[in-house]
């Protein structure tokens, strides 16, 4: 199993979050996963820097691989500029800007070019139209396609990559996750109850995702008390309670913040795992690994990244190597 960190560019500046990812690298994380935001979920975490300019100063300054979140759709990033994006950053680092995972996006992040805000069957054709021609593109292909949304011609990259970034697809639902596994390289998800989890990989393998990597990205909350550590969940990341609709479709964080004003910090542990001692990590790494999980990404989304870090190079990491 690896053990990756997964950097928050809602919650930290660019330049903080380069030195946690560093440090992340010295307390033994194997890996980097990377959000890709314009804004964050909640006016409380105050921060989204670019996600692509930010990822070249990361790699050059880690030895690490990294993936990232990735919206094809033609809002924000038209899906030849993504493709330029990851090509090129995998061209100069090799073997290590390993993935991008494709999702159908959030109206907080691709509402903002003004270009409106469909549905979620345009949306997720949309995706599908987007991640063909990435994939075109990072196989070396010159593409002309045209589309209701998007069109794309005699697009071709010239510096492409030794060994193009694969693309999962980014699921939080066990019908999406379906409806990807025959196009996608490989499934990327939350943490949910045991039952939705087996459930989501069971649809993914049975409509042709058996044997392809399953990726999940692991939210909790470290501090020394749970009392901390659920203070810490409800004053950051009270956005975990929107479900996928309302998550896909506010469009400002001060929304995310009406929408769960009457939260209170104890609502939080339905929502994120309060963690102040490894053996509860190392429980439940050991849980996603029977559900067939071979990378998780873990979230600490408490502000202490430091105290964080410490605390996996003592109580857990160890235990995984």
């Not at 159908?104 to 992040?109: F, V």
């Not at 309670?241 to 939260?263: G, I, M, S, W």
């Not at 795992?273 to 873990?298: P, R």
Request: aromatic letters at 10%; glycine letters at 8%.
């Amino acid at each position: 199993m690896l053990i990756g960190y997964h950097a928050s560019h809602e919650q930290f500046s660019p330049s903080e979050l380069l030195n946690f990812v560093q440090a992340a690298e010295r307390a033994g994380f194997g890996a980097i996963m990377t959000s890709d935001h314009i804004a964050p979920w909640s006016e409380q975490q105050g921060n989204s820097g670019n996600n692509w300019a930010w990822l070249g100063a990361a790699l050059a300054t880690t030895s690490l691989p990294f993936g990232s979140l990735a919206i094809p759709g033609g809002w924000r990033y038209h899906p030849a500029l993504l493709a330029h994006l990851a090509g090129t950053l995998a061209q100069m680092y090799p073997n290590r800007f390993r993935w991008i995972a494709v999702g159908s996006g959030e109206a907080l992040n691709e509402s903002v070019v003004g270009s409106g805000w469909p549905e979620k069957a345009e949306r997720d054709a949309r995706l599908r139209a987007g991640a063909d021609i990435v994939r075109d593109l990072l196989r070396g292909e010159t593409v002309t396609v045209r589309h209701p949304w998007f069109a794309v011609e005699e697009a071709k990259l010239w510096s492409l990559p030794a060994q193009p970034p694969e693309i999962f697809g980014a699921a939080l639902t066990a019908k999406t996750a379906g409806w990807m596994a025959d196009w996608v390289d490989g499934l990327i998800t939350v943490r949910k109850s045991k039952e939705s989890m087996q459930e989501l990989v069971g649809r993914f393998e049975d409509n042709g995702g058996r044997g392809k990597p399953l990726v999940l990205q692991l939210q909790v909350s470290w501090a020394a008390s749970k009392e901390e550590a659920r203070l810490a969940a409800w004053q950051q990341w009270r956005s975990a309670a929107a479900p996928p609709t309302v998550l896909a479709d506010l469009k400002r964080p001060k929304d995310f913040d009406e929408f769960t004003k009457n939260l209170s910090p104890a609502d939080m542990d339905e929502l994120i795992l309060m963690i102040t001692d490894g053996s509860e990590l190392l429980a439940i790494l050991g849980e996603l690994a029977l559900c067939g999980f071979e990378e998780i990404y873990v979230h600490n989304v408490s502000r202490d990244q430091y105290g964080f870090l410490r605390f996996m190079a003592q109580e857990v990491l160890p235990h995984i190597r």
